[in-house]
């Protein structure tokens, strides 16, 4: 069974930082990149952050490009997102994914959500 988990959500006040983990079970973790997402309410859910998996690439969206980190440690099948001079724009159900590519299909998988409110 594939669990991705996510943890680390809160309250939090703008400025601040905050830290997401997922862990991921029931798949080979570092053969899949991962990504984490948000959804604000009203809104549809975007993709923030994007790790390959061995690191070596990153992708972030513009709106939270040089405050967000993401990283990975496959030894412990999980990833991160680092959170730093957080917005109230920020708030939002953060979900972590997991995507393969095999042969011509996308495999993935997603987490429950993390919610993540800012305060101003």
């Known amino acids: 069974q594939v669990q991705l988990v996510e943890s680390g959500g809160g309250l939090v006040q703008s400025g601040g930082s905050l830290r997401l983990s997922c862990a991921a079970s029931?798949?080979?973790?570092?053969?899949?990149?991962m990504n984490w997402y948000r959804q604000a309410p009203g809104k549809e859910r975007e993709l923030v952050a994007s790790?390959?998996?061995?690191?070596?690439?990153?992708m972030y969206a513009d709106s939270v490009k040089g405050r967000f980190t993401i990283s990975r440690d496959n030894a412990k099948n999980s990833v991160y997102l680092q959170m730093d001079s957080v917005k109230p724009e920020d708030t939002a159900v953060y979900y972590c994914?997991?995507?393969?590519?095999?042969?011509?299909?996308?495999?993935?998988?997603w987490g429950q959500g993390t919610q993540v409110t800012v305060s101003s």
């Open positions: 994914n997991g995507r393969k590519r095999v042969f011509t299909l996308d495999v993935e998988y």
């Open positions: 029931g798949i080979t973790f570092s053969a899949y990149a």
């Open positions: 790790i390959t998996t061995n690191s070596g690439r990153t």
